[in-house]
């Protein structure tokens, strides 16, 4: 069955880097879109990065453009999400999510939850000023 467990929080202070990790297993990774969310306490689940089909392309919300960066590894089966210049603002529960519909991430649609149908357990990542 499809399985995506995520990896790599912890807690860090405001300015430093984490890298989290997805690994995926029951399914063809390479050929879905693939994206991370995070729900911070209060707040509803918001998408932050994406990942096209291949990993040829990525889109991000305004609010982690130029300091996150999501990739993947196609023969580890692994999506990476790169965070530079860690703000308290992002301290939330990151999730990793697959759309396994069979379509491509859309400039006007990845960040919708609606179109994942399945997801991590997140993991949680936590930013000290």
């Known amino acids: 069955q499809v399985q995506l467990v995520e990896s790599g929080g912890g807690s860090v202070q405001a300015g430093g880097s984490l890298r989290l990790s997805c690994a995926a297993s029951?399914?063809?990774?390479?050929?879905?879109?693939m994206a991370w969310f995070r729900q911070a306490p209060g707040k509803e689940r918001e998408g932050i990065a994406s990942?096209?089909?291949?990993?040829?392309?990525?889109y991000y919300d305004d609010s982690v453009k130029g300091r996150f960066t999501v990739s993947r590894d196609n023969a580890k089966n692994t999506l990476y999400l790169q965070m530079n210049s860690l703000k308290p603002e992002d301290t939330a529960m990151y999730y990793c999510?697959?759309?396994?519909?069979?379509?491509?991430?859309?400039?006007?649609?990845?960040?919708?939850?609606?179109?994942?149908?399945?997801w991590g357990q997140g993991t949680q990542v936590t930013v000290s000023s």
């Open positions: 999510a697959a759309d396994l519909r069979g379509v491509d991430c859309y400039e006007d649609s990845w960040s919708s939850r609606s179109n994942y149908n399945y």
């Open positions: 029951g399914y063809n990774f390479r050929w879905y879109c």
């Open positions: 990942n096209n089909i291949g990993g040829y392309s990525s």
